[in-house]
């Protein structure tokens, strides 16, 4: 339980991380980013395995970027699902998804020493 509670609060970390990084990817304060990383994943757990068994041809034949594209399409289902978390375009959701999961390891790298 703690487990999952470290997760949640280090994913709403990453998020603010990333919003202050990424121009046009926008979240108004860490409640918002709290609210926000339980919305990402609920719809990782929900719709990113139907979105990447869709995708695994050109998953395959791009040798695993285009899940970047499939991980900005969440993040922009999100944004358009709450009020206080805005990404300006697709663009902008690409780079911010990008820069999520290179924040993401970094924060775990650190997190597990």
Known sequence: MLYILLVWILSALALLITSKLVK???IKDFKAALIASLVIGLLNAVLRPILL???????????????FVVNA??????????????IADWMTAIIGAF???????LMNIFVTF
Do not use: D, H, Y
């Not at 068994?53 to 899940?67: A, C, D, R, Y």
């Not at 820069?99 to 390891?105: A, F, G, R, Y």
């Open 24 to 26: 046009g990817f926008e």
């Open 53 to 67: 068994f869709l995708t695994l041809p050109i998953n395959i034949l791009t040798l695993g970027l285009f899940t």
């Open 73 to 86: 399409i969440v993040l922009r289902l999100a944004a358009g699902m709450m009020s206080s978390f805005k």
């Open 99 to 105: 820069v999520l999961v290179i924040v993401q390891i």
